[in-house]
């Protein structure tokens, strides 16, 4: 029986149709290969501090990247210790004494949670890091700053935003 070429035709655009494309495999795991170790490398670069949206932290030129340490956070009105509220802003400043009461007991139960074992004997090991706005006061500052030395802790760092090198490269130029 002869064929139109019609029906030549449609029966080459059936066969193209049913043949099924084979997937490639190898360059698909190379990728995730080469994504896994990407990702291990650069694991420990890690910041840990949270995010907060509504601080504005001062600029410096340290070089040194944060640890993992209890946070205190000073926000306009709200002072948190690990994301828990501790102490309004105005209840502080209107304190008398550098004491905290509330900070200072919350900070007495993040060393069993949070420190790490060799820095729970240890005094002088124990950090602490304050993300504060670069406008609050000074004397609040020093307030959380003595509650924590009565806390027990001996380091206390307080969260900056690096400084590129290049505006640090214009200020000095300009001096």
Not at 60 to 86: H, N, P, Y
């Amino acid at each position: 029986m002869v064929k139109s070429a019609r029906a030549k035709r449609m029966e080459k655009h059936h066969a193209r149709n049913t043949k099924s494309s084979a997937l490639n495999l190898v360059s698909l795991m190379d990728i995730f290969t080469i994504l896994v170790f990407f990702l291990l490398v650069n694991s420990s670069d890690v910041e840990t501090l949270p995010n907060a949206k509504d601080l504005q932290l001062p600029e410096s030129i340290a070089e040194e990247k944060a640890k993992e340490t209890v946070v205190i956070l000073i926000g306009e009105t709200d002072i948190l210790v690990q994301g828990a509220l501790v102490a309004k802003v105005a209840d502080v400043l209107a304190m008398s004494g550098n004491d905290i009461a509330p900070l200072r007991e919350a900070l007495k139960s993040q060393n069993d949670r949070v420190l790490r074992r060799e820095a729970r004997d240890d005094i002088a090991g124990r950090e602490v890091t304050i993300m504060g706005d670069r406008e609050i006061p000074y004397r609040l500052l020093k307030k959380v700053m003595a509650t924590c030395t009565a806390a027990d802790y001996g380091q206390i760092s307080l969260a900056v935003l690096q400084k590129s090198s290049e505006k640090l490269d214009t200020i000095q130029a300009a001096r």
